[in-house]
Each structure stands twice: as C-alpha cells, then as structure tokens.
C-alpha cells in the first residue's frame, strides 16, 4: 500500500470580511441568472471556451481521487443527429409509455415533449460519463467509490463555469442512456449519466415561469 504523501497547501486564498461577503454576493447574483435553456443559437462556441470550463469540472472533489468522469464533447453534426435521434426515440417512449400521469403532471410546466431539435442546433452536447471502474496498465480493474457523487459534483462545477463564461446550458437525461455508448464508442465500464446542451441562447429564447423554493424551505441552521 502506498504511503500518503501531503504538501504544503499555497492555493487557498483569504480575503476581508467585507471582501468575502461581497464576493459571495456577486456570485450569488450571477448564478440566479442562470436558467435552464431549450431554444439555442447555432452561432459558433470558441472550443477553448469548453475546453477552460471542462478543467474546472476536472478539478472537484472525488472518492478516493480516482475521478470517475469522462467527457465526450460533440460538435460533429453527423454524430449530433444521431444522438438526437436515439434520444428522441426514448422519450417518445418515455412521453407516451413509460411515464406515469403524476410525473407528466410534474414536468407540463416545463412544456417538454419528446422533440428535441436543439441537440442538433447547438454548438455543443457534452455527453457525461460515470466510470465505475478504470482499467490499470497491467489489465487489472480499479473500483471506483462514490461515484454518482463525484460526477454530480464536477458535472455542477461545469455547469457553473459554462455560465460563468456567458454560455446557456441545458440538462438532458433520456432514460435509458445507453445508446450513448455506442455512438460514442465509450466502453462498458462507463455509463451515461448526463447530456448537458451548450451554446448561446436563441435572440427569441423564452424559459418557463417557475420560481424556486424559498430559502427557509431549503435550508436549517442549527
């Protein structure tokens, strides 16, 4: 077993009460801006946008450090029609099968159906693996630990960092998902967990009306 080795910690950064409370203010004011988008723009996303936003995501937390995440981002407009299409194929099942009225019920504020035109029409789908073991050099499997935690979290950085950088993002999540691997050709150790939509919202983009919860719903200090 390998013994630990630690380091100086040099990263961390302190600043002023006032400072903090203002930094915390801002950051909080430019997430509430954050909404979820379904029409998007075809204009073009700078790859080194997504590239800068996906080594914030590499860098979360996770079990044991073995980050379980792989990031299969398409631009491709071949592979985007196919991954529409097997996507759109689930959620007709989904929209007219699989789905009980009380969740369709739950998801008619939204006005989702099983259409999905904007995985074709924007710039970029990053297709999010989970990796519930990574093979070592020799051959021999290494199990992985909290691993739907651990994409959670880095999957939520990204999404952040997009933001921050003036993109819109969307989650998508056909179920199931595994089609994904066979357009993707990722390898059986590895399942879908997520297929976040990224570009720049439409001029005419519209969201839902929704509210969120409110603080006192979410939140108890002891």
């Known amino acids: 077993m390998a013994e630990p080795n630690f380091i100086p910690l040099t990263t ?12 915390a203010a801002e950051f909080r004011d430019e997430m509430l801006r954050r909404r979820s988008v379904r029409d998007f723009s075809d204009r073009a996303v700078p ?3 997504i590239e800068n936003c996906l080594r914030v995501a590499a860098s979360a937390p996770s079990g044991a450090n073995l980050q379980p995440w792989h990031f299969v981002v398409v631009g491709d407009p071949a592979i985007k029609r196919a991954i529409r299409a097997g996507a759109e194929k689930e959620e007709h099942e989904f929209y007219h099968r699989r789905a009980t009225p ?18 074709e029409r924007a710039p970029y789908l990053i297709a999010i693996f989970a990796a519930s073991y990574s093979v070592l050099p020799d051959g021999r499997p290494l199990k992985h630990y909290y691993v739907s935690e651990s994409v959670g979290i880095a999957t939520g950085m990204l999404i952040a960092a997009l933001h921050h950088a003036g993109l819109a993002t969307l989650t998508h999540t056909p179920s199931p998902m595994g089609f994904l691997n066979s357009i993707l050709q990722r390898p059986p150790n590895e399942k879908p967990y997520l297929l976040l ?4 919202p439409a001029n005419d983009a519209r969201v839902p009306a929704i509210s969120k919860k409110s603080f006192e719903q979410i939140a108890t200090f002891l």
């Open 12 to 23: 961390h950064r302190e600043y002023p009460l006032t400072e903090m409370h203002a930094r």
């Open 47 to 49: 790859r080194a946008l």
């Open 102 to 119: 009380e969740w369709l019920a739950a998801l008619a504020p939204l006005g989702t159906d099983e259409h999905k035109p904007y995985l």
């Open 197 to 200: 939509v990224v570009g720049y």
